[in-house]
């Protein structure tokens, strides 16, 4: 029933930029803290930058400041993850999720508990 799918993945070169979009289903976007989260090969899963339920707030790691942007459109039902400048350490795959009541600011993976299948971004020469 509560269902994300994220899309907008692909290979970007170095500079590049891709919008990512998790459109949600079975439940009201407006109620839930939206998160994208990423993962690379051997490492651990990482907030990248959660927005409020209102979609007033937002935060970003540290690393993807001024370069990554989320939004939510409640009315479509989606979120985006605007990217810019990609670079290779951005390559990981993405993954948005939702809580009815977790932290938008602290935006720690721990504290979603529904979660898409993830988009693979690799940002390579």
């Known amino acids: 029933q509560l269902q994300l799918v994220e899309s907008g993945g692909g290979l970007v070169q170095p500079g590049g930029s891709l919008r990512l979009s998790c459109s949600t289903s079975?439940?009201?976007?407006?109620?839930?803290?939206i998160g994208w989260f990423r993962q690379a090969p051997g490492k651990e899963r990482e907030g990248v930058s959660c927005i409020n339920s209102r979609g007033r707030s937002t935060v970003q790691r540290h690393s993807v400041k001024d370069r990554f942007s989320i939004s939510r459109d409640s009315a479509k039902g989606t979120v985006y993850l605007q990217m810019n400048s990609l670079k290779p350490g951005d390559t990981a795959r993405y993954f948005c999720?939702?809580?009815?009541?977790?932290?938008?600011?602290?935006?720690?993976?721990?504290?979603?508990?529904?979660w898409g299948q993830g988009t693979l971004v690799t940002v390579s020469s």
């Open positions: 999720a939702a809580s009815q009541r977790g932290s938008w600011y602290l935006c720690d993976y721990r504290d979603f508990d529904v």
């Open positions: 079975g439940f009201i976007l407006d109620n839930y803290v």
